[in-house]
């Protein structure tokens, strides 16, 4: 699947799922190694907010020892999926099932930025405005003021675009995620008490969670630097990245 299927897929669609032998290996989901399609995958689904998912079990089976996970679901918009790989025919390739919570339908954040022309705002207000309204009475006040609210609002969203960064938020780990919400709290319990005990396990915990936050980041890093190929540009698109962050 090509980085244009997927882009034709996904992004005119809010909730979305791509289902099947996508021949599509990464190290992520398939620990026996990755390729070029998985490669492109993992890329187009960071950049752009979209789930993987693939069985624990491997889904097609070789006479060789590395048998592959190659039957996958990349969704958008739902986010409770469990697959299962089942052994339940001769044929080399396992049947999967795909089970999609779809109770509550919610999509992950996007990063987006609005950006507004405040010279066509200008234009926009002076003809949405003109002239100063005739007051006489506080009504008349309560009616202009209502009238320039709208009127301001529909210059601002006539004259902006929202723009949509396509950039994966960094994700902490469920686990880790948990530690800090922890240490949020004993931090709580010692500035209400000022319990010695919550002071030590306030500090272990501080250390833990730098650690841990550390590995985290080297093992994004790591994972990155190992998905990226001169051939396919992703190696001069990483370093174009982290030009422009400097």
Request: charged share 25%.
């Amino acid at each position: 699947m090509l980085p244009s299927d997927l882009q034709n897929l996904f992004s005119n669609r809010r909730n979305c799922l791509a289902i099947g032998d996508l021949n599509a290996k990464h190290t992520t989901w398939n620990p026996s190694g990755s390729n070029t399609p998985g490669r492109a995958l993992y890329r187009y689904a960071t950049h752009h907010n979209l789930q993987i998912n693939a069985p624990e079990q491997a889904t097609r089976q070789t006479h060789r020892p590395n048998n592959s996970i190659i039957d996958i679901c990349v969704s958008k918009g739902l986010y409770s999926i469990t697959s299962e790989s089942v052994p339940a025919l001769s044929s080399d390739h396992n049947p999967v099932f795909f089970t999609v919570e779809v109770d509550n339908l919610t999509s992950q954040t996007l990063n987006t930025v609005k950006i507004t022309n405040w010279k066509s705002f200008q234009n926009h207000l002076s003809n949405l405005l003109p002239g100063n309204p005739h007051i006489k009475t506080i009504d008349d006040i309560n009616e202009a003021i209502k009238n320039f609210n709208i009127k301001y609002q529909d210059a601002i969203n006539t004259s902006s675009k929202t723009k949509i960064i396509d950039r994966k938020p960094y994700v902490i780990p469920p686990d880790l995620l948990k530690k800090i919400k922890l240490k949020n709290l004993i931090r709580k319990r010692w500035q209400e008490n000022k319990d010695r005990s919550y002071k030590r396990t306030l500090n272990k915990l501080n250390r833990e969670i730098k650690k841990e936050l550390e590995a985290h980041h080297n093992d994004t890093w790591n994972r990155i630097l190992k998905d990226a190929h001169p051939e396919d540009l992703s190696l001069y698109d990483i370093i174009s990245q982290r030009k422009r962050k400097k």
